[in-house]
């Protein structure tokens, strides 16, 4: 059974410099998502993906982070001049558009991102 | 727009009392509910869900939670806490087939 994949796992990064992660999700779920969690808090939606098709994008998305999902598997996040604010933990999750059980959203097990 | 309240940021127990986890929420349609677990430095897994049906959802590890629709509620609960019940649970709606809003999360402590 293999659920969601995230790599890396840990990432130290110094302060402008890019970054990538990279998710694989269930492989029969058509539906990508990223969320970023910080200390304390809940995790938070930046954004989806229905197959290739980037379909929603939270405002939490700033023009230094961009997803792409370019053949409907995999996902890259890429960010951008890392500022230490984005210091927090990528959370990627899948899941089926047409689940007759209702939407259920399956999480990897998250990629560190630490700005120093 | 959908929102999630979980009161108390951590709750302690002894080992064997009573698990009592509260999740209020918010949304304009009927509401999927999720209650996830999480680890130190993990990911989150699913404890369970309520789609439609039965109000009364059984997950995993002992857990159960009740949808009150008139209350809003859908508080989490444990007959008798385990030391390996000690991590961070978030309680989550989606209304249908959209996105998840999570709460902010709750500590749960377990003493011998």
């Known amino acids: 059974d293999t659920g969601v994949s995230q790599d890396p796992r840990h990432k130290i990064t110094k302060r402008g410099q890019n970054v990538t992660f990279r998710c694989d999700p269930i492989s029969e779920h058509n539906r990508l998502y990223w969320y970023r969690q910080t200390l304390g808090q809940g995790p938070e939606f930046l954004t989806y993906?229905?197959?290739?098709?980037?379909?929603?994008k939270s405002r939490l998305l700033s023009d230094r982070f961009s997803a792409e999902r370019p053949k409907g598997s995999f996902s890259t996040l890429e960010i951008q001049r890392t500022e230490q604010g984005d210091s927090a933990m990528y959370l990627c999750?899948?899941?089926?558009?047409?689940?007759?059980?209702?939407?259920?959203?399956?999480f990897g097990e998250g990629s560190w991102l630490t700005v120093v | 727009a959908q929102s999630v309240t979980q009161l108390g940021s951590h709750v302690s127990v002894s080992e064997g009392a009573l698990v009592l986890l509260r999740c209020n929420y918010s949304?304009?349609?009927?509401?999927?509910l999720f209650w996830y677990v999480q680890y130190p430095n993990q990911g989150l897994q699913l404890l369970l869900k309520?789609?439609?049906?039965?109000?009364l959802v059984k997950g995993i590890n002992g857990f159960e939670a009740e949808f009150k629709k008139s209350e809003t509620s859908f508080h989490l609960t444990k007959p008798s806490a385990h030391m390996s019940d000690a991590a961070e649970y978030f309680c989550?709606?989606?209304?249908?087939?959209?996105?998840?809003?999570f709460g902010k999360g709750t500590m749960l402590l377990v003493s011998p």
């Open positions: 309520y789609t439609t049906g039965a109000t």
């Open positions: 989550a709606v989606t209304a249908g087939y959209s996105t998840l809003t």
């Open positions: 949304s304009s349609v009927p509401p999927y």
């Open positions: 999750a899948s899941s089926l558009s047409k689940d007759p059980a209702g939407n259920t959203i399956y």
């Open positions: 993906f229905q197959n290739e098709a980037q379909l929603e």
